[in-house]
């Protein structure tokens, strides 16, 4: 089956206002940024991501987030992002904040059909007893907290109960990949990807070389293309596009 798609926009086209994304990335490393910019052109509105940051001022995910594109975020980390700490303290965005590897094993499960699982990260913390602001009211008070979680132990040692997570679409960005949508990751790329790839009901994959057939290994493929619907080559200006969250230069 030929999974590609002649263009970026065509591949976000049908994404409807109120979607729920998984975008992968690690802070600006392996960021989706070609379907981000087409979704931001595209239109689509009252978004709920999840991804684990949610980029930088006018980069990745802030692009979308800048333009008031994104409802609610779920996420590990927001500390780079002045327009994202802005909107989540005035009460323009809802925020789930997750422990990292939780999100990624959250993304996991949703992708492997489990709908929930047991951790030892979080208890004993708000994150297991509830009350984290996820939405505060513009007056500066909660309006929506996080409600408590389930705990049971197992071995004598507490855990709390987190839920899977599947969205309508997901965004990733792979090094390598084939009309099938097999993909390969490169480096630091390899990191929410496959994850957020695999809990996408609909995945769309932005692939800096696409491939002829036959042209990957199946032992070098690190996810199969049945987890991908849809793939987007890019061109060599695109693939090279790759930026840093800061620059540190001597005096």
């Given at each position: ?5 002649p263009?970026?926009?065509e591949?976000?086209?049908?994404i409807?206002?109120?979607?729920s994304l998984a ?5 600006l490393?392996?960021?989706p940024?070609?379907?981000?910019r ?6 689509a509105a009252?978004?709920e ?5 949610c ?10 987030l ?5 409802a609610?975020v779920t996420?590990s980390?927001v500390?780079?992002n002045?327009e994202?700490?802005?909107?989540y ?6 925020v789930e ?5 939780t999100?990624?094993?959250r993304?996991r499960?949703g992708?492997?059909?489990i709908?929930?699982?047991?951790t030892p990260?979080?208890?004993g913390?708000?994150?297991a007893r509830?009350g984290?602001?996820?939405r505060?009211?513009?007056?500066g008070?909660?309006?929506v907290?996080?409600p408590p979680k ?16 599947t969205t309508d ?8 990949g ?6 390969v990751f ?5 990191n ?5 790839a695999?809990?996408g009901?609909i ?5 800096e070389?696409?491939?002829e ?12 293309g ?6 987007v080559?890019?061109?060599p ?14 005096s």
């Open positions: 089956m030929n999974k590609v798609r263009s970026a926009a591949a976000v086209a049908d409807p206002d109120g979607a975008v992968g990335g690690f802070g490393s392996g960021v940024d070609v379907l981000i087409a979704l931001h052109d595209q239109g009252g978004l991501v999840v991804s684990n940051n980029g930088v001022d006018g980069r990745g995910l802030g692009v979308l800048a333009a008031g594109r994104i609610r996420g980390y500390g780079e002045k994202f700490a802005r909107q303290l005035s009460g323009e965005l809802e904040l997750t422990p990292q590897g999100l990624a094993e993304l499960a992708g492997a059909g709908p929930a699982f047991y990260a979080g208890v913390t708000q994150v509830g984290l602001p996820w505060y009211a513009a007056d008070s909660v309006a907290a996080s389930e705990t049971r132990d197992f071995a004598g040692r507490p855990h709390v109960l987190e839920q899977g997570i679409y997901a965004l990733v960005r792979a090094w390598r084939d009309r099938h949508g097999n993909l490169r480096r630091a790329a390899a929410f990807n496959p994850l957020a695999m809990a009901r995945t769309i994959a932005e692939v070389e696409l491939v057939p036959g042209g990957l290994r199946p032992d070098e493929v690190h996810l199969p049945i987890h991908v619907q849809r793939v080559g890019l061109s200006a695109e693939a090279a596009d790759k930026r840093i969250e800061k620059r540190t230069v001597r």
